[in-house]
């Protein structure tokens, strides 16, 4: 619990009781796939965003996958999904037949990869946020050497331990490469998926696709049959021109008649290196977003590569500052901080009291407008390290790179000053939360929140739909606005000049 005194020079008192509302899985629920959605338990459209561990076997990522980390990439960046990318027939370093000499896929070493993945879902399921088990795979369809034996061991495990918990989420082939859908995919998807649903008749599982989970189309072709809540995986890499070009219509193609979930994505090129295209990253979020798909972003580790996330300087613990990250770790972080809520713990059954501290290397200052969602700025690397022997495939066309993101743009109604709303707000009922980047305020059903220049502040359901528009002009200080929604858990988001956040509240 937090108390926090700030004054402004516009008279905006800050100070508020942080209140628990609730924690992802609170919010959402249970995912099952209707038609061509995943929904939640409300029946609505379930976008899921956070990030994607790298291979648990290399150096720069291995330390990463711990509960610290889990605990803050759903506190500070806001994500309410990770992914455990465990490695299965690869190896990172000298020989894998070598007793000591690498880090080894499941094939090799299954129990330390299997505690590896527990170590993830065990802390995702805590903290209350969306987990998906991984394997991290491009030959599964080639069983010459027990693959396939090794998925329904694996799987079998996996549903057993944690199939009752909604958080988690099955991944059951990555990328495959270069195989067909009906002959190889396919019949694959049909031996594992039974092992899964004889333990776990409901968790979402999510199968991949051909040319390394970029072409769902031919899935779709020919889809699964007799199968509930499955959903088909696409990846793409957005400064990639084949993926632009190819992988995204056929993804647009496929999403007429199966749903999708993006287990993995990336800013860069898709060797997960090169330049960043902004304007290509923008075409791909904007679609993604449009249709409310979920998505993880590659990658979480320190390698000196553009889709990392990381530099060296990142603790293995969390607390990361602005200079740990890279310049995809800083466009996913603010991407995730605008559009999903802040995290708030597990209540089981509604809201709660609970405190709700600040984050070590975030402003503790009330002012108002934030500076934690300024667009990238690029820094020098720091780091090497050991190269991957099963990286995804090289793309080697290079894209003009505009660092300035185009989405999330502030205020577009020429309509200035007052709110939509001037209603009295209900002063029986006080619940609040407070971030002191914005200076926002929730209390008694009104929001008071500090804005520069062109400003919006809109009521979003959960399903980030718009129930009201609150706000939409100039601005020049601290407004006070009244809700009036029906009693419920809802999304403040408020967009600006260089910022753009999301609250969670509860309407009373
Ligand atoms: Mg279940």
Known sequence: ??????????????????????????????????????????????????????????????????????????????????????????????????????????????????????????AAIEKGIYVIIDWHSHYTNDNSNGKQDSAVIFFSYMAQKYGQYPNVIYEIYNEPKDVSWENDIKPYAEKIIPVIRQYDPDNLIVVGTPMWSGRPDEA??????????????FHFYASDNDHLNNFLPAAKSALQTIPLFVTECGLTQSSGDGEINYTMVNTFWDWIDQEKISWAAWSIVNKNETSA????????????????????GKW??????????????????????????????????????????TQPVSSSSQETGPQSSSSTPVSSSSQETNPQSSSNTPADSDNPGAPDNSSTPDASTAIAEFHNATGFLFAANTISVSLKGRSKVEL????????????????????????????????????????????????K
């Open 1 to 122: 619990m937090k108390f926090k005194t700030g004054i402004m020079s516009f008279a905006l008192v800050a100070f508020a009781l942080s209140l628990a509302v609730a924690a992802p899985i609170d919010d959402i629920g249970a995912l099952s796939v209707q038609g061509t959605k995943v929904v939640g338990a409300n029946g609505q459209p379930a976008q899921l965003r956070g990030m994607s561990f790298f291979w648990n076997i290399s150096e720069n990522s291995g330390p990463y996958w711990n509960a610290d980390v889990v605990n803050w990439l759903a506190e500070d960046w806001h994500a309410n999904l990770v992914r455990a990318a465990m490695a299965v027939e690869d190896w990172w370093g000298e020989d894998p037949t070598l007793s000591n000499g690498a880090f080894k896929g499941f094939l090799y070493e299954p129990e330390w990869n299997r505690a590896m993945v527990e170590t993830i879902v065990d």
């Open 220 to 233: 779709a072709a020919k889809p699964l049959e007799n199968v509930t809540n499955v959903a088909y995986t």
């Open 309 to 328: 996330a990381l530099y060296a300087s990142a603790s293995t613990s969390g607390n990361w500052t602005e200079n740990d990250l890279r310049e995809s």
């Open 332 to 373: 996913l972080r603010s991407k995730l901080r605008g559009q999903n809520p802040e995290w708030t713990p597990i209540t089981g059954e509604g809201p709660k009291s609970s405190s709700s501290s600040s984050k070590q290397g975030e402003s503790s200052n009330s002012q108002v407008v934030s500076s934690s969602s």
């Open 460 to 507: 979003l359901d959960l399903q980030g739909r718009t129930v009201s528009t609150l706000w939409n002009g100039n601005a020049s200080g601290n407004v006070i606005l009244s809700v009036q929604a029906k009693p419920g858990i809802y999304l403040v988001r408020i967009q600006g000049e260089g910022f753009h956040e999301t609250h969670k509240v509860a309407v």
